[in-house]
């Protein structure tokens, strides 16, 4: 049982992301310094208004709810941290389009109780800001909800699929899967692929190789949308109906540790195309094995 009151969670939730959005479409025309996270210039940019955004959302919280613990892109973590609460941050999900005047990138926010996501709100800085968001049993929060008629059990050309640029690399595939799989998009930010599933736009959405603050919201949006999102197990190359972060609380302890250095993937879609998916991608693309194939 939640122990403080899912309200003002949810009221600051949605404050938060507003004013994140607002205070990074200020900055689009100005200045600011751009540093790179890897080795690799330009391969994970990180700038001055990523950090300003993820301050922004830290203070706000801790205004708020000064005992919940936090875990931001940006920075460094503790290693463990005492708590039941734990806020999972995305200041920019997107920073190149960012970067480049694009409007493709999005503020992605989660809240975890003991282990379990109960609420998360992704926003996009579009028109008024379009803000997505969803709490553990209330269902999908959208000011443009999205619904498509399902004909059959199988996708269907002409909606639209959301997928990594190497996918057909990373991704053990059938034949088959290409010729109802849609229309290919890659936005550039995960999080904000998967709001869209859970909103509707699209039908599906095959996500990472990517962090935890990539995935935290859009998993809950997903699922409060009556839609399915599926953990991609490497090791047994299988989907999983799970909550693959759970296990780092224990005993009141949120290992950040190894919430900060957890990467995967995920797979979203409409629920009545899970069993056709399942039975025609696979998370895991570095064994080749027939039927499942690679296509380059």
């Known amino acids: 049982m939640i122990t403080e009151s899912l309200s003002g969670i949810k009221d600051l939730l949605i404050e938060v992301i507003d004013e994140s959005l607002n205070l990074i479409k200020k900055s689009e025309n100005i200045d600011y310094k751009i540093k790179d996270k890897n080795k690799i210039t330009g391969d994970n940019p990180v700038t001055e208004i990523d950090l300003k955004t993820q301050n922004l959302i830290i203070s706000t919280i801790y205004s708020k709810f000064p005992k919940h613990a936090i875990l931001g892109e940006e920075g460094e973590s503790k290693k463990n941290v005492k708590s039941d609460y734990l806020w999972i941050i995305d200041p920019i999900d997107g920073t190149k389009n960012f970067i480049n005047s694009l409007p493709l990138y999005s503020v992605s926010i989660a809240v975890m109780f003991k282990g379990n996501i109960v ?7 579009w028109k008024n800001n379009f803000i997505i968001s969803a709490y553990e049993g209330s269902g999908l929060q959208s000011s443009s909800l999205k619904k498509h008629l399902v004909e059959d059990f199988k996708p269907s050309a002409g909606l639209i699929t959301f997928a990594p640029t190497y996918f057909q690399r990373s ?4 034949r088959n899967f290409l010729k109802f799989s ?3 998009r890659n936005l550039g930010s995960t999080a904000a692929e998967l709001a869209l ?10 996500s990472g190789y990517a962090f935890i603050w990539d995935f935290a919201a859009a998993w809950i949006l997903v699922k409060e949308s009556n839609k399915k999102i599926f953990f991609g197990n490497m090791n047994d190359n299988t989907w999983q109906d799970i909550n693959p972060w759970h296990k780092y609380f224990n005993n009141g302890l949120y290992e950040l540790d190894k919430l900060k250095n957890w990467r995967g993937k995920f797979m979203a879609c409409q629920r009545e195309h899970a069993e056709f998916l399942l039975n025609n991608i696979k998370p895991n693309g570095r064994k ?4 499942f194939i ?3």
Do not use: D
């Open 119 to 125: 609420a998360g709100g992704i926003g996009l800085p």
């Open 171 to 174: 991704y053990r595939i059938k």
């Open 182 to 184: 849609g229309e290919m």
């Open 197 to 206: 599933v859970a909103n509707g736009n699209a039908q599906l959405a095959l």
């Open 288 to 291: 080749k094995k027939f039927p």
């Open 294 to 296: 690679n296509l380059f």
